[in-house]
């Protein structure tokens, strides 16, 4: 009988020392969260069309998104901004992913065009500034929520939604998970078009106040036009919600997948060399911080002088002057990170310079963002906006 005893003891440290292997390698991740927020709701139905409101296709898809994420992700939790037909303010959305410490905020709306009818498709949006006159004309629809709301102007600093002044204040702000935001966004569409046989209207980016205030990868989705009578036949039906759904599905599974490859490659590494995560070694790398696989940028270091750039491209091979995947751009840099090259242009330590940059090669890369770096140390962009405005004071 003592053998026994003595066995089973052998056999929980066993397990145990087992359980602590397996959770270093970063495989006994944290659990994943993702916040699902159907647009509108309430008293703002949204688009209007003839049969339909949009509040209730948004809610309709964003439940059997998350049915279908919690039924097959047992390591997911899924959390809505709302269930039911209520009304939730534009900043409270955000609350809610941020004090859930979200990992990834999916906000799912439907389009509509005024007095257009033929206007169909799905499109995904980041945040950013509008490239166009059409991108801030959703902006504009999806913001003008907020007039519902009692005390708006003190809620959102006098912002109004209708004024094409008031998104000045996006001018100098840069999305520290921009490129998180962009690659998911852009495996959305392609799910939408390859699986769904959906019109690809492609990624863009607006200034979202609904994104501007969450803090972690987010996208804002676009199913269809409410306004094209066929597009709402099709986003009503029950079949039509469910494709769609299991669209946004799939496109949640290869992100997260990504994710969780990145946390474990990071998490063995680091075991394996010895360090701690966090270190100035690995800072100064260009490594994953645990928090959905964004890449960790070291802090911006004062007198030193810090250069921006605008990140237009990626590819897993050097290319070289004159290749069509540059669409023209001869005047260009790369740098390696994660083992992937990245180009860059519009290198200049004055912003708005860089700003320039960014809105003149817009219609080749819609997707170019602004990077900062203090020498060939890649930094926080945002403490580097902020470092420039107060030099220009």
């Known amino acids: 009988m003592k053998s026994k005893s003595i066995y089973r003891k052998l056999l929980f440290v066993f397990a145990f020392l087992g359980c602590l292997i397996f959770c270093t390698d970063g495989l006994c991740a944290k659990e994943f969260v ?23 296709i948004n809610l309709k898809v964003a439940l059997k998104l998350g049915d279908l994420i919690t039924k097959n992700c047992k390591d997911v939790k899924v959390i809505y901004t709302r269930k039911t037909d209520v009304f939730i303010p534009l900043d409270r959305r ?4 941020n004090n859930a410490k979200a990992d990834l905020f999916i906000s799912i709306h439907t389009n509509s065009v005024k007095n257009n009818n033929t206007a169909r498709g799905a499109s995904t949006y ?19 929520v907020i007039m519902l709301e009692n005390d708006y102007k003190t809620t959102y600093a006098g912002f109004d939604p209708n004024s094409s002044e008031s998104y000045i204040i996006f001018e100098y702000m840069q999305d520290q998970f921009m490129e998180n935001s962009v690659s998911f966004a852009s ?80 998490a063995q590494a680091s075991s394996a060399s010895g360090t701690k995560a966090g270190t100035s070694a690995q800072k100064s790398q260009a490594t994953s911080s645990g928090k959905s696989g964004q890449t960790a940028s070291a802090n ?53 310079r860089t700003l320039r940059t960014r809105k003149e090669i817009a219609s080749k890369f819609g997707d170019a963002f602004i990077i900062a770096f203090q020498g060939d140390k890649k930094v926080n962009v945002n403490q580097a906006i902020e470092a420039f405005k107060k030099k220009k004071k």
């Open 300 to 352: 911006v270091s004062a007198g030193q002088p810090t250069v921006f750039k605008v990140q237009f491209l990626t590819s897993s091979a050097i290319l070289k002057k004159g290749d069509k995947r540059l669409k023209g751009i001869t005047n260009f840099e790369y740098y390696k990170e994660g083992g992937v090259y990245k180009y860059t242009c519009g290198a200049s330590q004055d912003y708005n």
């Open 187 to 266: 495996t959305i569409q392609k799910e939408f078009k390859n699986r769904c046989k959906r019109n690809d209207r492609g990624v863009h980016q607006a200034e979202f106040l609904v994104l501007k205030n969450s803090v972690m990868p987010s996208v804002l989705v676009e199913l269809g036009f409410i306004s094209n009578p066929t597009e709402e036949k099709y986003l009503s039906s029950e079949a039509g919600s469910s494709t769609m759904a299991n669209g946004l599905y799939q496109a949640f599974l290869t992100y997260k997948k990504d994710h969780s490859l990145k946390r474990r490659t990071t």
């Open 126 to 144: 980041t945040l950013g500034l509008s490239r166009t006159a059409e991108n801030l004309a959703v902006a504009k629809r999806e913001n003008g």
């Open 34 to 56: 993702v916040v699902i927020d159907p647009g509108h709701g309430g008293k703002d139905p949204g688009a209007v069309g003839k049969t339909a409101r949009e509040k209730n």
């Open 94 to 97: 955000a609350q809610i992913a």
